[in-house]
């Protein structure tokens, strides 16, 4: 199975030490950009303000055995419950998914 979730770059380091403990140890990590409108979130550059629609985010993806599959989702919803619209998780179960080499 794989998981991709994409959640705020302050629960990242929780998430892969909740992970780590589950015994996923294989995780990859990128940089995204949401659209969305973050609330207050005013800009400046060069003097000029703005608003941006696009919101940072981190994208996380791995493999987990079956067995590890529904710990590895509490997880994630555990740290990022607090602002649950913050985080999104998808689960894909194809046969065909297997983790990078």
């Known amino acids: 199975m794989k998981i ?3 959640l705020p770059e302050a629960s990242l380091h929780a998430v892969i030490e909740r ?3 589950i015994g996923i140890e294989e ?3 990128s940089t995204v950009r949401v659209f969305g409108v973050p ?3 005013v800009r400046a550059f ?3 303000r703005y608003s941006s629609e696009l919101v940072d985010r981190c994208a996380l993806e ?3 055995d079956d067995s590890k599959t529904e710990p590895a989702v509490r997880a994630i919803r555990n ?4 602002n649950s619209w913050d985080a999104t998780i ?4 194809t046969d065909d998914l297997q983790a990078p080499t």
């Open 27 to 29: 995780v990859i990590v």
């Open 90 to 93: 998808t689960v894909s179960w």
């Open 4 to 6: 991709h979730a994409v």
């Open 39 to 41: 609330a207050n979130d």
């Open 62 to 64: 791995c493999w987990p």
């Open 79 to 82: 740290v990022t419950e607090r």
């Open 19 to 21: 992970l780590l403990l």
């Open 46 to 48: 060069r003097g000029v």
